[in-house]
């Protein structure tokens, strides 16, 4: 997954944040707060985004109002599988990476493979019955 730009980075986060359809004006608005940023540039940013599939749309008016396709959590395991995938060696990075989070993390991966092996042992089951 590639990673998105500075400014797909900036609108996605907001609306992402936001969670609710949201107009170019506001997002070029709310960017102007911290940094100029025209209004053409935003419309064509949040027009890549939508054929890149982040993005849904629908008319308000005459105005598109975009909201994510995809959450932030896809975005960000996406990312993570692309580093994963990138490594020579996944099991020496899976466990450089498990050893520096925290034991929050660590809990919460833990419990997420749990969660996993519970949820795929019964479809292994039925399976077996056939």
Known sequence: MRRLGGLEA???DRL??????TTVREVVDDINRVRPVAYTTVLT???????????RRHKVGRAWAY???RGREEYTAGLMQDALG??????A??????SHISREDC????AALRALDQA????????GER
Not at 93 to 98: D, G
């Open 16 to 21: 992402w944040r936001w969670q609710r359809p």
């Open 67 to 69: 909201e994510p396709a």
């Open 10 to 12: 900036e609108i996605m």
């Open 120 to 127: 795929e042992a019964p479809a292994a089951d039925a399976g």
């Open 93 to 98: 990075t899976l466990m450089r990476f498990v």
């Open 86 to 91: 990138r490594s020579a060696d996944r099991r």
């Open 107 to 110: 809990a919460a991966l833990d």
């Open 45 to 55: 940013v949040a027009n890549i985004l939508h054929r890149k599939g982040w993005l």
